[in-house]
């Protein structure tokens, strides 16, 4: 079993940075790919990106290919999401997700067997 709680959500301006966090309880979080998803209001939940257990290997979304990084620190359970060159289509409530299946995360939601209760990011000037 794997907690996950997601925090930095906010409001920033368009071309403005984020940095999210992820901690997840338990002593096998290196078991778990983690991946990143959004949802915004009237969208199905869509993926952001994932990073592998080791954090050796990560994909992204092309929808934010170049402008968001994740990385992983499994001595802190942690994992995050730097969102830079953030635009008002990057507004949504961004969650984290652990997949104990796939190595380097699954695409699709139903992949992953955890999830986090979401964090806002809301993109305005």
Do not use: H
Not at 91 to 111: F, I, L, M, P, Q
Request: net charge positive.
């Amino acid at each position: 079993q794997v907690q996950l709680v997601e925090s930095g959500g906010g409001l920033v301006q368009p071309g403005g940075s984020l940095r999210l966090s992820c901690a997840a309880s338990g002593r096998t979080f290196s078991s778990y790919a983690m991946g990143w998803f959004r949802q915004a209001p009237g969208k199905e939940r869509e993926f952001v990106g994932a990073i592998s257990r080791s954090g050796g290997s990560t994909y992204y979304a092309d929808s934010v290919k170049g402008r968001f990084t994740i990385s992983r620190d499994n001595a802190k359970n942690m994992v995050y999401l730097q969102m830079n060159s953030l635009k008002p289509a990057d507004t949504a409530v961004y969650y984290c997700a652990a997949d104990r299946t796939y190595s380097s995360g699954g695409y699709y939601s139903s992949e992953y067997d955890y999830w986090g209760q979401g964090t806002q990011v809301t993109v305005s000037s």
